[in-house]
T-cell receptor, first 110, second 115 residues
Framework: GQQLNQSPQSMFIQEGEDVSMNCTSS?????WLWYKQDPGEGPVLLIA?????ELTSNGRLTAQFGITRKDSFLNISASIPSDVGIYFC??????????FGSGTKLNVKP | DADVTQTPRNRITKTGKRIMLECSQT?????MYWYRQDPGLGLRLIYY???????NKGEISDGYSVSRQAQAKFSLSLESAIPNQTALYFC??????????????FGDGTRLSIL
């Protein structure tokens, strides 16, 4: 199957700091999605990207669809304790099938 | 009420037993998916269905089967469970009417332990 490399695997940051994480693939995708998963719950969609170069924001979150179509980035500004969770990227290229990264576990210290 | 409901939420069973995990949705989406989540491996696609009469294998379908009983219901079965099928299982839905690759919406998961 497709391999999506998501980094970093985990992060420990102080409340108020900005966060950056990324996802890279050897394959081209025409859609990138970013999800957040809280303990005991399913992944919840944060941002969807459909066009190379696209930059989309959702509150303090900003994601970008890489120009090469092989990568995507997620930034969180001014982190707060409720940002704690696992963030997943997903790339899709046809027929609504997506491939998921292994996740970035974010820890925020108050 | 949740839009995508999975039952049971937790299940412990023994090797060799037949297990069925159920998923129902009120989103009116035509596409449904089953994923498995293991620590450090993210989500892997088991089976997916684009319509009631459509069933497709994902990347890890061996040892699993599915049934799309209605547009709103998609069940996953383990005919003879084995310990390495211990994992967190997620159902997801998406809507084809928007065109392109529409985002998938997930249930809260079923934690399955096979002893």
């Amino acid at each position: 199957g497709q391999q999506l490399n998501q980094s970093p695997q985990s992060m420990f940051i102080q409340e108020g700091e900005d966060v950056s994480m990324n996802c890279t693939s050897s394959s081209i995708f025409n859609t990138w999605l970013w999800y957040k998963q809280d303990p005991g719950e399913g992944p919840v969609l944060l941002i969807a990207l459909y066009k190379a170069g696209e930059l989309t924001s959702n509150g303090r979150l900003t994601a970008q669809f890489g120009i090469t179509r092989k990568d995507s980035f997620l930034n969180i500004s001014a982190s707060i304790p409720s940002d704690v969770g696992i963030y997943f990227c997903a790339g899709g290229y046809n027929f609504n099938k997506f491939y998921f990264g292994s996740g970035t576990k974010l820890n925020v210290k108050p | 009420d949740a839009d995508v409901t999975q039952t049971p939420r937790n299940r412990i069973t023994k090797t060799g037993k037949r297990i069925m995990l159920e998923c129902s949705q009120t989103k009116g989406h035509d596409r449904m998916y089953w994923y498995r989540q293991d620590p450090g491996l993210g989500l892997r696609l088991i089976y997916y269905s684009f319509d009631v009469k459509d069933i497709n294998k994902g990347e890890i379908s061996d040892g699993y089967s599915v049934s799309r009983q209605a547009q709103a219901k998609f069940s996953l079965s383990l005919e003879s469970a084995i310990p390495n099928q211990t994992a967190l299982y997620f159902c997801a839905t998406s809507d084809s009417s928007g065109g392109g690759n529409q985002p998938q919406h997930f249930g809260d998961g079923t934690r399955l332990s096979i002893l």
